[in-house]
DNA sequence: TTAAAAAAGGGGAAAATAGCCCTTTTAATA
DNA sequence: TATTAAAAGGGCTATTTTCCCCTTTTTTAA
C-alpha cells in the first residue's frame, strides 16, 4: 500500500519532529520533507513529486504561511495544503481559506481529529473543523460590509500612525497640513470602518495590525 | 536498560501526542503519563512511582505550568521538572526557575538540543539554554534601570490594564468598585510615574511593557 | 502609639474627543 | 463635458479627558 506523503512545514523544531513522528506512527501517511519557513519549503520542493498534503504553520520567520500559500496558489494551485497554527484570530483564518488552503486546523487539535482531518483532505478535498466554521460565522456577523478585509487608504493611514501617538487631533492636523476639521472626518470614518468607539480603539487596532511598530 | 521515565503535561494535545512520539523514540527514554492540565496530572500521579522528569506546559485551563510546579515543590521537593513553553516572557522564566523547575525549554527549540536537555537534567540535575541565560540576563539589565523609578502597584496595572481598552475612565471605576475620582487619582499618578501626557501614552506604555497582550 | 504616607474621594474648569448634519472643492470617469 | 464620488472643511453640542487644589480614611513604619 502506498502511504500518502506529508510535507511539514514549521519553525518550531520540537513540534514539527514530534509531530512527523506522530505522522509516521499512522498507517497511511508518512513525512517526506520538513522545512523551517517558506522559503526553505520552496527551495526542497520537488516538481515533480509533489508531497499528497503540505502542513502549513502561519507564523515563521523569513516566508510566513500566507506567504508561501500565495505561493503555492500562483505556482501550484492543486496542491492540497492545511493550515497549522496556534493563531485562531478570524482574519487570519479567512486569508488562508481564500488562498486555497483545504483546511484549518489548531494546534490543540486531538491527535485522532487530526488523523480524521488528513483522511478527509485526501478523500474529500477538504476538512473543516467546528470551531473555525463558527469563528467564520463569528466575522460575518461582525463586518459583512467590508467582505474583501478592510482597505486603509495611504492618508488614512498616515493618520493612523499619528492617532497612535499622543498628539492632540489639533497637532495632527498641523502635521498633515489639514484642517482640524478634515483630521474630524478621517477619525468618523475609521472609527466606522474599523468598529472602534474611542481613540483607544484606533492605537489598539494599529498596534494589532502592525502599523505601527513597537 | 531501564528506561527514564518521562510525564508529560500539555494541554495542546496534537502537540503532546507527537512529543510521545517522539520521546518514545528515544532510546533512553519513555513517557509513562499524560495529563491535559495540573490537576489531571496530580490526581494521576502515583506516589509511589514518579516519572523521572515532568515536562510541564505552562499555559493551560484550571490549572497552569506555576500552579502546578508550586504544588511539585510543596509535596515533591525532589521531583525533576522541565518547564515547556512558547512564552519566553521574563517574568514567567523567573517565576518557573525559582520554583524550582531543571530547566526551561522553548517549543522551538531542536529535537536533538531537547534529547541533551533530557540528558542533562538525568545526569547534572540540570538544564539552561543559552536563549534562557540571555533572557534572564536581559532582565537584570531592566530591573536595574527600574530601581529608581518604575514599578507599578498591583491595583494601578489593574488599572493601566483597563485604561488599555476603549472603556471610558467611569466604566473603569464602575469596573474596579471605585469612585470615578479615584480613578482620576490613579490617571493623574500614572501620567506623572510614566512620564505620559495622555491616555494613549498609557496605552502605548502598557503595551511596550506588556502589561496587555495583543 | 503616633506621625507620616498612601489610598480614596471631591469641586470645578479648560481642553480634547466624539457625534451629527451640512457645504464646498477636487478628482475621476462615463 | 456633465455627473458623481471622494476629500476637505464647517457648526454645534455632548461627553470625556485632563488638570489643579483640596479633604477624609486607611496603612505603614518609626
Redesign the pocket.
Known amino acids: 500500500m502506498k502511504k500518502y506523503s506529508i510535507a511539514v512545514v514549521d519553525d518550531h523544531s520540537l513540534f514539527a519532529k514530534s509531530l512527523t513522528s506522530l505522522i509516521d506512527s499512522f498507517n497511511e501517511y508518512h513525512v517526506t520533507l520538513h522545512a523551517t519557513n517558506g522559503q526553505k519549503f520552496i527551495e526542497a520542493l520537488n516538481e515533480n513529486d509533489m508531497p499528497d498534503i503540505v502542513l502549513l504553520d502561519i507564523n515563521m520567520p523569513i516566508m510566513n504561511g500566507i506567504e508561501t500559500m500565495e505561493w503555492l496558489k500562483e505556482n501550484h494551485p492543486a496542491q492540497k495544503a492545511i493550515a497549522l497554527s496556534m493563531d485562531d484570530s478570524e482574519e487570519t483564518i479567512i486569508k488562508m481559506l481564500r488562498l486555497g488552503a483545504k483546511g484549518y486546523l489548531l494546534k490543540d487539535i486531538h491527535p485522532e481529529i487530526f488523523e480524521n482531518a488528513l483522511n478527509d483532505v485526501i478523500e474529500k478535498g477538504f476538512y473543516y473543523s467546528d470551531r473555525i466554521t463558527n469563528k467564520l460565522l463569528d466575522t460575518i456577523d461582525k463586518k459583512q460590509n467590508d467582505d474583501h478585509g478592510i482597505q486603509l ?1 495611504d ?2 493611514i498616515e493618520f493612523l500612525k499619528l ?1 497612535c501617538t499622543e ?7 498641523a502635521e ?14 475609521l ?1 466606522e470602518k474599523l468598529d472602534v ?6 492605537v489598539l487596532y494599529g498596534i494589532k495590525n502592525k502599523y505601527i511598530e513597537m
Chains 1, 2 share one sequence.
Do not use: N
Open positions: 487608504k492618508r488614512e492617532a498628539m492632540t487631533y489639533k497637532e495632527i492636523a498633515m497640513f489639514l484642517s482640524p476639521k478634515t483630521i474630524d472626518g478621517y477619525r468618523e470614518s472609527f468607539r474611542s481613540r483607544i480603539g484606533l
